[in-house]
């Protein structure tokens, strides 16, 4: 999607010093990166333990939904679903927008995606659904306690289930009749660091195809291109592995704040950039062959990823909330390995690590485009020069997290979801504020659009 930034603040600071007759700064260094892929390969060599590969199946049941919780808007509809907690990126797929009933609940839904009309709906026996993944007729998704379901995408009907581990915190992402998930792995581990593992899963029947050892849950979602996937953990590690053997080719302890996107030859992510003290962050580029850093943006101030910071902001405090309703009341359990992301990412309750999105980037024609905490950011790809920086409205610190989702593109232009419940419609050349779509609650989640139609879910339960 969007991302990028660098020359701009090195430019603002030569403007400055060349008015005051002094030279200008040169670019900062590239930090190093620390290689970790013989590392990664070691903890999964045959020499190893494995990951748990015998899991129990999960149970599911038809839902409905009351009819007054459906009702039009102007050249729309809501749903009030029936959580009222957040609810992540909805999917639209094969006609039906499929959605979350909300970190709260244990349910599935999916409406006719013109009309809103209710199609089908499923309760689970865990809570906290993903965001969905679908290919053909088969929709993949995970909850938060502990399992990924595969359902019919035209009845709801469940097809398989694998209870993997609590708690699972990203989304599932499918590629060549795979599906690929990340789980918290117990039992004997190769490293005290090796927590996590990542899976790749028949889409059909669920086979465990191929595991792989991970040093902490992963960003999002695995990111697919061209036979090749992608993750960052939050432990800050951005690896490359092959889709069908789950070979890892290249791995890099790289202080990772985003999921990556591929463009080409090169991968963009964003990073932790400050040596010591406050958190910065700053968009980076690794070439696609081995993962290595080749260009980083000189940064900006994140509070929005300080752990100091973001504990005393209002979203911690909901997460707690949020965690709390779902069994998690002394907090993250430590099999979710909350201290890394903390130190990564500033986040570390069950709640704000599923639903975070970080300063994800989106490619648009050779310009990056990403959330920044409190503005969106455009940059030109190739050198990290600044185009343009859009302010959101809010309050970052008190709030916490960040302002607005990452941005999405369609029909030329990019859709932002803003914390205060609007979602701005911009101009990608020079940042210009459009029109906005007013969604009556606070958005936290990306939005999608489709056909012309844009679908959000909200901070208190609406899609």
């Not at 465990?208 to 090749?228: C, H």
């Not at 859709?415 to 050349?429: C, N, R």
């Amino acid at each position: 999607m969007f991302r990028a930034w660098f020359v701009a603040i090195l430019s603002t600071l030569s403007i400055a010093h060349a008015e005051e007759g002094e030279p200008a700064p040169a670019p900062a260094a590239i930090p190093e990166i620390e290689d970790v892929t013989e590392q990664m390969r070691a903890w999964n060599s045959d020499l190893m333990p494995k990951p748990p590969s015998k899991f129990r199946a999960g149970h599911t049941s038809p839902a409905k939904i009351a009819k007054s919780a459906i009702k039009p808007r102007d050249r729309g509809f809501q749903v009030q679903l029936p959580g009222y907690s957040r609810v992540v990126t909805p999917t639209v797929h094969n006609g039906k927008v499929i959605a979350s009933g909300g970190f709260s609940s244990q349910q599935i839904f999916a409406f006719d995606a013109r009309n809103g009309e209710f199609e089908w709906g499923v309760n689970l026996d865990d809570d906290g659904p993903s965001t969905i993944a679908c290919e053909g007729e088969t929709c993949v998704f995970n909850t938060e306690s502990c399992t990924i379901f595969a359902l019919n995408s035209e009845t709801g009907d469940q097809k398989w289930s694998l209870w993997m581990g609590d708690p699972m915190m990203s989304a599932p992402s499918i590629a060549m009749g795979r599906v690929f998930t990340a789980y918290p792995a117990s039992g004997a581990r190769p490293h005290r660091d090796a927590s996590h593992a990542l899976a790749a899963l028949d889409l059909e029947t669920g086979k465990v195809l191929w595991q792989r050892w991970l040093d902490a849950d992963i960003m999002s979602a695995p990111v697919l291109a061209d036979g090749e996937l992608y993750i960052t953990t939050f432990n800050g590690t951005l690896m490359k592995l092959d889709q069908k053997t789950g070979e890892i080719l290249s791995a890099v302890k790289a202080r990772a704040t985003s999921a990556p996107i591929i463009v080409g030859s090169e991968v963009y992510y964003t990073r932790r950039s400050e040596s010591s003290g406050s958190a910065r962050e700053s968009v980076a580029t690794a070439g696609r062959g081995d993962s290595k850093l080749t260009r980083q943006g000189s940064g900006k101030a994140a509070p929005y990823l300080d752990a100091s910071v973001q504990s005393q902001s209002r979203f911690s405090s909901q997460g707690l909330m949020l965690d709390a309703g779902n069994g998690f009341g002394g907090g993250a359990p430590a099999s979710a390995g909350a201290h890394k992301a903390l130190a990564t990412v500033g986040q570390g309750s069950v709640s704000t690590l599923q639903g975070y999105q970080g300063s994800r980037i989106l490619n648009v024609g050779g310009t990056n485009i990403n959330t920044m905490g409190d503005e969106v950011v455009a940059t030109v790809a190739r050198t990290g020069e600044r185009l343009w920086t859009y302010d959101l409205p809010g309050d970052m610190r008190r709030s916490g997290g960040f302002l607005a989702a990452p941005p999405i593109v369609a029909g030329g232009w990019v859709f932002v979801a803003t914390l205060e419940g609007q979602v701005h419609m911009l101009d990608p050349t020079d940042g210009r504020l459009v029109k906005r779509y007013d969604m009556g609650a606070a958005l936290r989640s990306q939005p999608i659009i489709e056909d012309g139609f844009l679908y959000v879910g909200t901070e208190n339960g609406l899609l």
